[in-house]
């Protein structure tokens, strides 16, 4: 069954290009209480048509917590700090995980 906290609770993916700009944009997220929290993978391999063209790059990978209410301001704030004219931003709902987690995620992010 979903507690409160995991009906709020969302993660968001955000794919860049590789090195340090993601951690960035992660600090700066936690530090506004957009997101309790970014984890970074450095290197994932991103294969996808771009104006008519294939590419096939290393990119880095950030996973962030926050709640569904914050995914718009989240997506701005990406937007304005990312160096991509079309950023990869997708949020996805949560089924279920640890309640204190959760909680704390909420309690984290602006405004709850």
Known sequence: MRDNHT???????????????LAGIARTLV???????GQI????RSIFRWEGQVNDEAESRAHLHTVARLVPELTRRVRELHPYDVPCIIAMPLIGGDPG???WVAA?????
């Open 101 to 103: 987690y959760l909680a």
């Open 41 to 44: 993978t450095p290197q994932v």
């Open 31 to 37: 530090a506004e209480r957009i997101i309790a929290c």
């Open 7 to 21: 009906a709020e609770c969302v993660e968001v993916i955000v794919t860049g290009p590789p090195g340090e700009q």
């Open 108 to 112: 984290e992010t602006t405004g709850s």
